[in-house]
């Protein structure tokens, strides 16, 4: 009795996952949409890696439906897709597409192709970091999970990068 208990609780909580996880791509889609872009700066690669890391998931739920923060595991999927297939192409992202036209620095606008530009020369986790929680508006909680870094590992992350970020604005408002 208690085995075929077991698998009904199993298949109960499975079913509840799998559900969870479609109603998380339904609502977040545009912001799974924008982290992906920022790799493969292509509409349709971008999509394709959407539908992969759904396939990702799913695949992993079958084997473990004791997952406790799907939102936190189904973006660690997604980025990791998303390095995944930057390693294969062998070429760096050189742009973050950003609903902001324009960034005030100082006394310097900075347009978003430049600022793509200077977010370009941050090493992957601070860009990632940066990218989840100035652009896609997660916590720092939220982001340390989908990056699988201890919160204090990504404020300190933050740091350097918003001051990497600091130096090279400054750096080229000194060049104009």
């Known amino acids: 009795m208690n085995i075929i208990f077991n698998r009904l ?3 109960k909580k499975l079913k509840n996952n799998v559900n969870a996880l479609e109603q998380l791509v339904t609502h977040e889609y ?4 924008r982290i992906a ?5 292509h509409h349709d690669d971008a999509l394709d890696l959407i539908q992969t890391s759904f396939n990702k998931a799913l695949l992993s739920l ?9 939102q936190g ?8 897709t998303c390095k995944d297939a930057w390693r294969k192409k062998q070429h760096e992202p050189t742009s973050i597409d950003i609903s902001v036209e324009k960034v005030t620095q100082s006394n310097a606008t900075i347009t978003r192709l430049e600022l793509n530009e200077v977010i370009a020369k941050l090493d992957s986790p601070e860009k990632e970091i940066i990218l989840l929680k100035f652009f896609e508006g997660f916590t720092l909680e939220e982001t340390a999970i989908i990056l699988d870094m201890n919160v204090n590992t990504v404020k300190t992350k933050m740091y350097r990068a ?6 090279i604005l400054e750096n080229k408002e000194g060049t104009l």
Request: hydrophobic fraction near 30%; proline fraction near 0%.
């Open 37 to 41: 872009l920022s790799y493969t700066h």
């Open 9 to 11: 609780q199993t298949r």
């Open 62 to 70: 079958q084997k473990n439906s004791d997952i406790q923060n799907i």
């Open 73 to 80: 595991w189904y973006y660690r999927i997604l980025i990791n």
């Open 30 to 33: 545009e912001k799974m949409y």
């Open 162 to 167: 918003l001051n990497r970020l600091r130096q």
